[in-house]
């Protein structure tokens, strides 16, 4: 029984490591979904969008729409700091981009950002007639999530205070569910005083 | 006596205690839209198949509802219950397919109290193993059945209703060891009213029935087997059968190979490869346990089978388990193939996505492996997961027919 019992909290706790382990290489910290309209990237003509965040950047998506892949044309995305200095620039093709699709924008290394920045996306070319489009709200504010890189230790402290502040925001629900675990751990308790 | 159930109460409540801790925090989509249709019952849907077609486009969550009518009575019914607990924020939740759609103020309390009904059959079925077993092998049986990893994941990370028939399944399999014909029957038939699924088993119980007893009593298990189902989708069976849209049937005889110029879904030939070694052998409640099993995993070999299909087997393979430990390698391989058909989905929700009520923002987490996966390996892991399950099934056969009784 005891080797049985171990296996599930070991696999429990092995499943619960590995999602901590995915938060910490990709933590989400900006996710902006509302569409409102989608823009076509012309030629040298560059979209800005301005971020406010602190830490080391690894994963960034933007929401493109290349119809029917008819696009092969390159784009570049940049982040700049606030001084206009480049910080990382990453080239993709057309040809990477589906119709309506999330592109992931990896950055291997992580990109220190320390408060506000600009990311910038520009077509340099246009051979086909079909640009690539932009979805963003009605604000201008691009369809994009923006993910960190956290030290374990840190995430696993940040994962914890979110959780335990969401949990006991249902006070009457946490109170019943202490009581019923807490309830069961002394019964099994005196069962086990007597028995022996 | 005393001291047996004793013991007995001792390991329930350490699994009852497991089981706590786990149902707040798993979440899987399916139990949302499950109760998304079962909430209409309080508002005096009678026919839900029918209320989905005529709703679609005023729906946020518009797909069809694929399972009996009993299904949705049950779970219509549970939501009735604990709706005054869960208020308010719970509708908000249910009717929420927005951006976080998958979470929400209450989400802990919600997750456990809609889990309820599937805690009480998942008690209830190890009560049965317990039952059903030979008091030497009954405490292990148990002790398998509540601390098994497959069967907490299933039943309270993907939330499926599916312990439910699977339960009934069980019951029958009791019921007939006891020698309840017609009430055996009607169990089956509750099962067979809230998942088609245990239908394939009916030719199993027949048999063993002519086996056992004279036609009367075979006819008795009939009556009772089809009794409940029939009664249950009197009203409604056209719209379940026309309307609803269940991947059961159609994914089972999707894998199929020539014989000569006919075209022969592979699950058929593991199914009357079943029946005909059940007919020829004799058939013991084992045996009968055997190809329940057996017929279970025929379903998963040739399929990308969803998941939660795996606990139709499971406390059947638990069974078999308890009475020798050397099949134990059968429940890792059925862990292992588990897992690579999990991995072959590259659904969020199947692997690091049912932890989300813990970190939500997990949802929005780039799983690199889902998407390597789904792109390059869908098909390897989906081939090594049926040739897992092939050897696995003639193993429990020659396990069975070669080396079980020699043992005894």
């Known amino acids: ?196 | 006596m005393f001291k047996t159930s004793q013991s007995m109460v001792g390991i329930f409540t350490i699994g009852l205690l497991l089981r706590f801790i786990l149902m707040p925090f798993l979440f899987h989509p399916d139990l949302k839209t499950h109760y998304f249709h079962a909430q209409f019952l309080q508002q005096g849907v009678f026919n839900i198949y029918q209320f989905i077609s005529d709703n679609k486009r005023s729906l946020g969550y518009t797909d069809t509802f694929n399972y009996p009518p009993l299904t949705y009575f049950f779970l219509g019914s549970w939501n009735i219950i604990v709706h005054p607990i869960l208020g308010f924020s719970y509708d908000k939740w249910l009717n929420d397919w927005g951006e976080n759609w998958f979470t929400s103020d209450q989400i802990f309390r919600q997750l456990f109290f809609l889990k309820i009904p599937y805690l009480i059959f998942d008690l209830l079925t190890g009560w049965l193993i317990f039952k059903i077993l030979d008091k030497k092998y009954a405490k292990l049986g148990l002790i398998l059945w509540l601390f098994n990893p497959i069967s907490l994941y299933l039943i309270y990370g993907l939330s499926n209703f599916d312990i439910i028939p699977t339960f009934f399944t069980l019951l029958a399999v009791y019921l007939l060891q006891r020698g309840s014909y017609l009430w055996s029957g009607i169990s089956l038939s509750f099962g067979i009213a809230t998942k088609l699924f245990p239908l394939m088993f009916i030719p199993l119980f027949i048999i063993f029935c002519l086996h056992h007893k004279q036609i009367k009593t075979c006819l008795l298990f009939i009556l009772g087997a089809l009794s409940i189902f029939l009664l249950s989708i009197a009203f409604l069976w056209r719209d379940f059968f026309l309307i609803s849209n269940s991947g059961l049937v159609s994914l089972i005889f999707q894998s199929r190979f020539n014989v000569l110029t006919i075209q022969v879904p592979f699950f058929l030939i593991i199914y009357l490869a079943v029946l005909l070694v059940f007919f020829i052998r004799s058939a013991d409640l084992n045996d009968l346990i055997l190809g329940i099993l057996a017929i279970c995993m025929g379903v998963l070999i040739p399929t990308q089978f969803h998941p939660q299909w795996v606990i139709w087997g499971l406390p059947f393979l638990i069974i078999l388990i308890a009475q020798r430990i050397r099949l134990i390698w059968v429940l890792l391989a059925t862990w292992v193939s588990l897992i690579l058909t999990v991995l072959s989905f590259g659904d969020k929700f199947l692997t690091i996505g049912i932890f989300s009520p813990i970190i939500p923002q997990i949802y929005l987490v780039d799983s690199t492996e889902t998407v390597v996966i789904s792109h390059f390996l869908v098909n390897k892991l989906l081939v090594l997961s049926e040739i897992l399950l092939i050897i696995t099934l003639f193993g429990l056969y020659s396990y069975r027919y070669l080396i079980w009784n020699k043992k005894s």
Not at chain 1, 61 to 74: A, K, T
Not at chain 1, 97 to 114: G, M
Request: charged share 20%.
């Open chain 1, 1 to 196: 029984m005891t080797l049985v019992l171990l296996t599930s909290i070991i696999a429990f706790i092995g499943a619960v490591g590995i999602c901590f382990v995915y938060y910490s290489k990709e933590a989400p910290i900006f996710n902006q979904t509302q569409a409102d309209k989608s823009v076509p990237l012309e030629k040298n003509q560059p979209w800005v969008q301005l971020l406010n965040i602190a830490g080391r950047v690894s994963l960034i998506e933007i929401r493109l729409n290349n119809i029917g892949i008819q696009n092969h044309d390159r784009l570049i995305l940049q982040i700049k700091d606030s001084q206009g200095n480049l910080l990382r620039r990453l080239i993709i093709s057309g040809s990477n981009i589906r119709n309506d699709e999330w592109v992931k924008f990896k950055f291997d290394p992580a990109v220190q950002l320390n408060g506000v920045s600009n990311l910038e996306i520009t077509a340099t070319e246009l051979t086909s007639n079909s640009p690539v489009y932009l979805f963003m709200n009605n604000q201008n504010q691009w369809n994009l999530r923006v993910f960190l890189e956290l030290p374990i230790l840190e995430s696993f402290l940040k994962v914890k205070q979110d959780f335990t502040d969401r949990f006991n925001f249902d006070r009457v629900f946490a109170t019943i569910y202490y009581l019923l675990l807490v309830s069961l751990i002394i019964y099994k308790g005196i069962k086990l005083y007597y028995g022996k």
